[in-house]
């Protein structure tokens, strides 16, 4: 019996060793394990001085001049901000949810684990949570793992437990909040809670309510899952799960939690997107200004402006641009419906075949398939097999439809696109900036990148030559047409049916109702190298026609450089450059640089021929070509003007010019080979004028512009209002007229 007994506890002895052994030798392995990690051989740990050097990949940010954010250029939408902005509701939401023990542990919650363990291995509680502390989580913000498969977890786990150990012993928990939020995902690229609360509350953090730091908080646990702005119902019981944690750990009393539940989640959602959200061309311009500038720089900085947080102070103003953008809407929506109806089922897009496939060589797809070998025949037939595509259908709404490439160049050729620029020409700010009718579906900029026929809008720099040049501004000059014999027989017109082959016109009244026969003739007077010379000291430094034809806008010429022009009038005769950015700072608001106003020096022209061509083109706005400013629009603004209608309808253009602005507006069609259908239809003063006219209604209605609109001309010196002080229109005397046909044209040489 005792030899039993014996056998039986040596047994027991044995397999209690065997245990112990076994346990000893699973820590002793563990230990190993953890010394292996912790010595980098699973992979590179970062040092204290690694993470005490960390710096976040920031995004860059774009700021109208009444200090809205229009935009940011990021790889990872993120702002950091610091912990003084974090509101009391934020930090709360963020511990009761994520880690209630967070200002007790040292980066790794021994006791969590155990439970988590517990309920996850023994009672197969999949709910229970990872047990991952906060800086746990940081430590994953800051290094993501690289592969997500099973074998690697508990590699990672480790990892992230020494790295949270080095992160308390660095930072304070105050610290690791901040970095913590300033790195977290909230979903579509967009990290940090200063990103996250400017886009789903249009709001910084420091103002974010308790309800809104709950969603936000909710959303952590699954960023798509609980998007409010995607499945709002799940993101209301997610944040009312949040809100109630927050009951649980005492940070809010039960009244506050009912009241809270009720509310909605009143969101008010901004895409930072490259595609969308305000003014898009403008921060496309300021982008690519921008990398001219961090290039420039010579004292080897490493400016990003993809991640280097630079602020970028711009010249928009917010209020106009919105405003702009809204009158674009409405009169682009309304003219395309009347430029579709002019043509009817006669139109080119669905009658030209082969202008559509002329069309379509000139796309990037086609170019691609062309040099893999295709035929032409075989590209076409390429191009004409249906594919899923989001659609620009009109400007309230795009459509998901199964159309061909083919069939999108006809859908987007019929679209009229336009140009529209407001500066400031005292400064030169740009105020208004819109490129296109949509940026996603159209990236050429008609303000920066596009050169089209300025047509009329180029007249008053022919009279303010002549002008100069000494012609009295009550010379006559008649209005007959002329065969020209050194042109090759060229007789420019004039539009409309009136019979004018007996009527003299002042330089007033010839330019204000846009007389092309007259400008041809003022044009003689002023020369032509003369009107070169003054176009380039004017600021327009593109290569210009050196022909006669130049009078009536044949020149093509940027938007820009155009305004630019313009500015002379309201500065004596001397352009200003537009501007785009007042300055750029670094994330630290520390000013990094800071752009002036550049006014020419050298003075294109005098202070009285400046008042003079003033005074002729507001007789332009109050009786000529641009009248419906006053009639139709009801404006009475101190306005300046000249519209513009180039050959075959294609271009339409309006500039006004006021103390304070210079607009310029550009309507017509990309494809150069469409064009309006008749002049009704396609002149300035009805494709490209109501854009002015409908923004310039708005800003009207605003005290906050009064500086814009309130504002009038300077009375002009009395010898400028002797110099214009004539009879717009003399009749030929009755001999002259006796020996005059009105039907046969004259026949002259261009002595211009």
């Known amino acids: 019996m005792k030899r039993k007994t014996r056998k039986s506890s040596k047994r027991k002895l044995s397999i209690r060793k065997i245990i112990g052994l076994g346990i000893l030798s699973l820590f002793v392995l563990f230990i190993i394990f953890i010394g292996s990690v912790n010595i980098g051989l699973w992979g590179k740990i970062p040092s204290k001085k690694e993470l005490s050097n960390f710096q976040y990949q920031m995004a860059s940010e774009v700021y109208s001049a009444d200090s809205v954010l229009i935009g940011k250029y990021y790889l990872y939408d993120r702002q950091p901000v610091t912990f003084t902005d974090f509101p009391k509701d934020l930090i709360h939401a963020l511990i009761a949810m994520e880690d209630e023990r967070f200002y007790e542990h040292s980066g790794v919650d021994i006791r969590s684990l155990i439970r988590v363990g517990f309920k996850t291995v023994l009672l197969g509680d999949n709910s229970s949570g990872g047990g991952s502390t906060l800086t746990q989580q940081l430590a994953k913000n800051l290094y993501p793992r690289k592969e997500r498969n099973k074998t690697n977890i508990v590699v990672d786990k480790v990892k992230e437990m020494i790295i949270a150990k080095r992160l308390e012993k660095i930072f304070t928990k105050d610290e690791i909040l901040t970095n913590y939020l300033n790195t977290v995902s909230f979903g579509d690229n967009t990290f940090g809670i200063e990103s996250a609360a400017l886009k789903f509350f249009n709001s910084s953090t420091k103002d974010i309510t308790a309800t809104q730091a709950a969603t936000l908080v909710g959303m952590l646990k699954a960023t798509y899952g609980y998007n409010p702005r995607i499945f709002p119902y799940k993101s209301l019981g997610r944040r009312n799960l949040v809100l109630r944690a927050m009951y649980n750990n005492d940070f809010i009393s039960e009244e506050q939690v009912a ?141 998901e439809t199964t159309a061909s490439t083919m069939d999108s160049i006809q859908h987007y050729t019929k679209f009229l696109n336009t140009g529209s620029l407001a500066v400031d020409p005292s400064n030169g700010d740009i105020l208004v900036w819109i490129g296109g009718i949509n940026f996603e579906q159209y990236k050429y900029d008609h303000i920066s990148q596009s050169k089209r026929q300025v047509g009329s809008t180029f007249k008053p720099i022919v009279y303010t030559t002549a002008v100069e040049q000494g012609v009295s501004p009550c010379t006559y000059f008649s209005a007959e047409e002329i065969e020209y014999d050194n042109l090759k027989g060229w007789s420019p ?21 846009s007389i092309n026969t007259i400008a041809v003739k003022v044009l003689e007077q002023a020369g032509i190298g003369n009107v070169l010379d003054m176009a380039k000291s004017m600021g327009i430094e593109d290569k210009l026609p050196n022909e006669a034809s130049i009078a009536l806008g044949t020149g093509e010429i940027k938007i820009i450089d155009l305004a630019q022009a313009y500015t002379s009038y309201a500065n004596n005769g001397n352009h200003i450059q537009p501007n785009l950015i007042k300055s750029i700072s670094n994330h630290k608001d520390s000013v990094l640089a800071e752009f002036k106003p550049k006014l020419n020096e050298k003075v294109a022209f005098s202070k009285e021929t400046s008042q003079i061509m003033i005074e002729m083109m507001k007789s332009t706005v109050n009786s000529g070509t ?65 854009l002015f006219a409908l923004w310039m209604q708005e800003l009207n209605k605003d005290k906050g512009f009064d500086k814009y609109t309130k504002t009038s001309f300077k009375k002009p010196s009395s010898s400028v209002l002797e110099a214009l002080n004539c009879d717009p229109v003399k009749r030929d005397g009755f001999f002259k007229r006796l020996f005059k046909n009105p039907n046969k044209k004259k026949n002259k040489k261009f002595n211009g």
């Not at 025949?377 to 989001?390: F, G, P």
């Not at 019979?499 to 009244?509: C, F, G, I, P």
């Open 493 to 513: 017109s004039n539009s409309g049916n009136k019979n004018e082959a007996y009527l003299n016109y002042s330089m007033e009244e010839g330019l204000s109702n």
């Open 259 to 399: 009241q809270y539940s009720q509310e909605g989640l009143n969101l008010d959602y901004r895409e930072f997107d490259y595609n969308a959200g305000i003014a898009p061309y403008f921060r496309e311009e300021v982008r690519k200004e921008m990398l001219l500038w961090i290039a420039e720089q010579n004292d080897h900085t490493d400016y990003n402006i993809y991640t280097s947080g630079l602020k970028i102070y711009t010249t928009l103003n917010y209020k106009m641009q919105k405003l702009a953008e809204e009158a674009m809407v409405q009169h682009m929506t309304k003219l395309q419906n009347s430029f579709e109806k002019s043509y009817g089922s006669n139109a080119p897009w669905l009658k030209d075949k082969k202008l559509m496939e002329k069309i379509a060589k000139r796309t990037p797809t086609y170019k691609r398939l062309q040099s893999s070998g295709l035929s032409h025949a075989q590209i076409i037939d390429s191009l004409s097999k249906d594919k899923q595509k989001r659609t620009f259908k009109s400007w309230q709404e795009d459509e």
């Open 626 to 690: 641009a009248a419906r400013l006053r009639n139709t629009y009801g404006l009475k603004n101190d306005i300046a003007g000249k519209t513009g209608t180039t050959q075959n309808n294609k271009d339409a253009w309006f500039v006004a010019l006021t103390p304070k602005l210079v607009h310029i507006t550009w309507v017509g069609l990309d494809q150069h080979e469409i064009g309006f259908s008749n002049t009704n239809i396609g002149q300035g003063a009805n494709a490209a004028l109501p």
